[in-house]
């Protein structure tokens, strides 16, 4: 792969670790330990047993703990000490051809992974203000879905794969940035301060 698709990879898995950690390490990891791709030298820790063992139980907890409205507001604001480490380090570990990591790749997958990952927990604080569970469980869902299915095209179309996530990333983030300031709206000058 030419150092440009490599750089799409980087940060679309960047990207998929702010919304779903585990299940991007995990899905990473299987594909290198089946031999569905071959991973640069750096992202050779993701096919160990115990890295296998440990995101694919973690990636389970939160399937479970993300469909529970409330639970997952706790989940993702637990999980921003996981999501932006571990989009860093993937980021920088798909451009490393020797396993040394790059700070400046580091930091930009840091920073993509910081993104997704508000973009996620804002989305899901306006959730949780709906009095149904219905739309928690579909956005939820959605999460995993567009996780699976970038990371299955990921490889072998980096540049698609990242295009399909943008295209559903930037109007969500316009639309949860329109209803955060309509919110805001209602609530009084006295009590945001």
Known sequence: MSEA???AVGVLLAWLAGVRAYLTVFGVGIAGAFGWLDLPPALDAATSPWVLGVSGALALVEFFADKIPGVDSGWDLLQTLARVPAGAFLAA????PDGDLGAGMLAAGAGVALTSHALKAGSRLLLNASPEPVSNLAASTTEDVVTLGALSIAFVWP???????LLIAVPAAC?????WRRLLRRVPKAARA
């Open 5 to 7: 698709h490599l750089f």
């Open 159 to 165: 540049w698609l794969a990242l295009a399909l996530v």
């Open 93 to 96: 570990a798909t451009l490393s």
């Open 175 to 179: 639309v949860v940035w329109w209803l």
